[in-house]
């Protein structure tokens, strides 16, 4: 099945493909959002405190008399930067572990598997927890821990693709011609599992986005003066009888990106596997 066809299918996916317009837009106000901004999102302004949203600030001012359009708009970024950690960690280290534990086999396949196994045993808000507190509380780190407690999802789905795909005639056809377990991995099995892998990864936005939220709301994740959705919410979650317009807008921004990861997702599993369209 050819990229253009894969596309086409995606496309037709009306939900999905919004979605994706979405995100894309959600990148392009990270990597732009100093200039798109109207005011320094850090600047305080003790004579504006709590304003009430208006044509100068469009979403209010928060307790320091802070811009909340231009502080949402700057969060974007932690979230950008979350997702990036989320997808890049686990390909580069969960895959290639999936892969080699899929074709080899044998003990390599038991001891990778159970490392996984472990890995997987602990609900990830933990082990994310338990590893922004060994490396220390930051944005960077909260995202190290993201990736990090992605690579068992990642690994387990490389090992099953990987276990069909080493059966296959052409794999077969390459062994008996003499090619090497590095160059059939690299040569045959990753491009064929690859439809799958970038279907867990456009999912894995939404997971790395609400768990970068949920450490930053926590205190571990997103420190002052770096700016996340989560310490959005967490600072107005203090003042949500009195304001709660608040904590509206940066909910609703981390539901919208939630949501549209989950259906960009779902639109290209429709899109590389047709039947299980006609499942659902």
Same mark, same amino acid.
């Given at each position: ?10 496309? #037709? ?11 894309? @837009? ?18 305080? %302004?003790? =004579? ?5 949203? &208006?044509?100068?600030?469009? /979403?209010?001012?928060?307790? +320091? !008399? ?6 949402? @708009? ?13 997808? +890049? ?11 080699? #534990?899929?074709?080899?086999?044998? +003990?390599? %396949? %038991?001891?990778? /598997? ?15 927890? !338990?590893?922004?507190? =060994?490396? !220390?509380?930051? @944005?960077?780190?909260?995202?190290? #821990?993201?990736?990090?407690? &992605? ?8 090992? !099953? ?17 003499? #090619?090497?377990?590095? $160059? ?23 997971? =790395? ?6 450490? &930053? ?11 996340? $959705?989560? &310490? ?13 317009? /608040? ?25 590389? %596997? ?7």
């Amino acid at each position: 099945m050819g990229f253009k066809e894969v596309f086409k299918r995606f496309m #037709a996916e009306r939900l999905a493909f919004i979605s994706f317009i979405y995100l894309v @837009l959600l990148v392009i106000v990270a990597i732009f959002a100093p200039y798109i901004a109207p005011y320094d999102p850090n600047k305080q %302004d003790l =004579a504006h405190v709590l304003a009430d949203p &208006s044509f100068s600030h469009l /979403m209010g001012t928060d307790n +320091l !008399g802070r811009d909340i359009f231009s502080r949402l @708009l700057m969060g974007t970024r932690a979230a950008l930067q979350a997702s990036l950690f989320a997808i +890049l960690i686990p390909v580069l280290i969960g895959i290639p572990i999936g892969i080699i #534990a899929g074709y080899l086999g044998g +003990l390599i %396949d %038991d001891i990778f /598997m159970r490392i996984v196994d472990a890995i997987m045993s602990i609900p990830a808000i933990l082990l994310c927890l !338990g590893i922004t507190a =060994a490396l !220390g509380v930051s @944005l960077w780190n909260a995202m190290i #821990a993201i990736g990090i407690t &992605s690579i068992p999802q990642f690994a387990r789905l490389a090992r !099953g693709q990987t276990l069909q795909v080493r059966t296959e005639a052409y794999v077969e056809s390459a062994k008996i011609s003499g #090619a090497g377990s590095i $160059w059939i991995m690299l040569k045959h099995i990753i491009p064929n599992i690859s439809p799958p892998v970038l279907v867990q990864a456009s999912l894995n936005i939404s997971f =790395a986005v609400l768990v970068e939220v949920s450490l &930053s709301f926590l205190g571990m994740g997103a420190q002052s003066p770096d700016i996340s $959705w989560g &310490s959005l919410i967490q600072q107005a979650y203090t003042m949500i009888n009195m304001k709660p317009w /608040m904590i509206i807008y940066p909910g609703v921004a981390v539901s919208l990106t939630i949501m549209a990861g989950n259906f960009v997702g779902d639109g290209l599993r429709v899109a590389v %596997d047709p039947k299980l369209k006609n499942k659902s």
